[in-house]
C-alpha cells in the first residue's frame, strides 16, 4: 500500500483563478498530515527540486497545465493528478474543488492507479550537432514562421526516405497527442497507451495526404529541402524551440521518459471520456428533449381531437335519435 506523505501543487502560471484553488488544496492537504508545497507563477526550473522530491504533482487549469507538469513530472517518475479548470481537459482528473475532498480520501486510501503514456523527443541536429533537444507530451510540429505560408519537407522513416510534404505544417505526434493538433487535422484517435508516432500533414497540396501510424520504435527525421522561400520554426507542445534551415536535421523517436498520471476512474475511462467531448451531448440532448414535446404535444392534440370528434359524433346520434 502507498502511503501518502508528500503532495505538490501546481497552479496554472497564467491563470491566476486557479491560484486560490491551489492554496485551498494545500491547506486540506496539511490537515491530514502530508507534507506539501505550491507554486502559482512558476518555470519548469524553478520546480525542478521540489519535483524530485514529492510523491505526487496535483496540476491545476486545463491539457496546457498538465503537459507543462508531465514534462517536468515525467523525469522524475513522478505521477500527476489533474484538476480541470480549463475548457476540454482531455489529461485531467477530477473538475474543481468541489470533487477534491473525496479524490483525497481515495488518494489517502490508496484507490487509484497508474497511467503510463509515452512521450516522445524532438533533436534539433545541425551539421551533425545536437542544437537542442526537446520532450513533448502531445506533438512536435515544423511549420512555417508566418501562418498559411507553404513548406516543403522531406521525410525519411527509420533511415529511408518515405516521402517529401508540401504543406503548412507536418505534425509529429505520440498517441496522447492524436487528440490535440493531429485530430484537428483528421489523424486518426490512438488509444493512450499505446507507443506508436503519428505522422500528420497540415493542408498538404500536391503531396501525402494521409496520416501515418508508424511502428513501435520507429525513428522520424524531417528535413527542409532547398525549395523552402519561407521560414521555418519548430515547437514542441505549443512551445517554440527555434529556426529550422535547409541542410538542418529533426529527429523525431520515443523519448526515455514516460508521463505518468493518477487515474480515478476505471481502466477503461478512455473513450468514454473522450466521446463526452466531443460529441455535442448536450445539442443532441435538447433536440431528444424537443423532439419528444413535440411528439407529446402531438399525441395530446390528436387525442384530443379525437375525443371531441367522439363526443361530437355520440351528441349528432342523439339529436337524430330525438329528432326520430
Known amino acids: 500500500m502507498t502511503i501518502m506523505r508528500s503532495i505538490g501543487v501546481l497552479a496554472h502560471p497564467l491563470r491566476p483563478y486557479t491560484f486560490p484553488l491551489a492554496e485551498s488544496i494545500a491547506e486540506s492537504l496539511r490537515q491530514h498530515d502530508i507534507a506539501t508545497w505550491v507554486y502559482t507563477d512558476w518555470e519548469e526550473s524553478d520546480v525542478e527540486d521540489a519535483v524530485r522530491q514529492t510523491q505526487m504533482i496535483v496540476a491545476i487549469g486545463g491539457d496546457g497545465a498538465m503537459l507543462r507538469a508531465a514534462r517536468v513530472s515525467a523525469r522524475h517518475r513522478v505521477p500527476v493528478l489533474g484538476i480541470n479548470m480549463g475548457q476540454l481537459g482531455f489529461l485531467t482528473e477530477i473538475n474543481g474543488m468541489g470533487d477534491w475532498e ?9 484507490d487509484f492507479w497508474i497511467e503510463k503514456r509515452m512521450m516522445i523527443r524532438a533533436q534539433h541536429i545541425r551539421d551533425g550537432e545536437v542544437l537542442l533537444y526537446s520532450d513533448a507530451l502531445n506533438d512536435v510540429v515544423i511549420s512555417a514562421n508566418v501562418f498559411g505560408k507553404m513548406i516543403h519537407l ?30 484537428s487535422l483528421g489523424g486518426p484517435i490512438l488509444p493512450p497507451n499505446l507507443n506508436n508516432i503519428l505522422i500528420v500533414p497540415a493542408a498538404p497540396h500536391l503531396s501525402m495526404e494521409r496520416p501515418i501510424v508508424l511502428a513501435e520504435g520507429s525513428q522520424v527525421e524531417i528535413t527542409p529541402t532547398s525549395r523552402n522561400r519561407n521560414k521555418i520554426v519548430l515547437t514542441a507542445d505549443g512551445t517554440q524551440l527555434g529556426n529550422v534551415v535547409f541542410g538542418d536535421v529533426i529527429r523525431v523517436q520515443a523519448s526515455e521518459f514516460v508521463s505518468s498520471f493518477v487515474r480515478l476512474r476505471g481502466r477503461n475511462y478512455f473513450y468514454r471520456s473522450l466521446l463526452d467531448r ?36 355520440s351528441e349528432t346520434k342523439s339529436s337524430s335519435a330525438n329528432s326520430d
Open 278 to 313: 466531443l460529441e455535442p451531448r448536450y445539442q443532441r440532448t435538447y433536440a431528444e428533449q424537443h423532439t419528444i414535446a413535440n411528439t407529446n404535444q402531438k399525441v395530446q392534440t390528436t387525442t384530443m381531437f379525437e375525443d371531441h370528434n367522439d363526443k361530437t359524433g
Open 154 to 183: 522531406d521525410c525519411h522513416i527509420d533511415a529511408d526516405w518515405a516521402t517529401t510534404y508540401s504543406a503548412d505544417a507536418l505534425v509529429v505526434s505520440s498517441a496522447t497527442g492524436s487528440t490535440a493538433y493531429a485530430l
Open 102 to 110: 473525496h479524490a483525497l480520501k481515495r488518494l489517502i486510501d490508496d
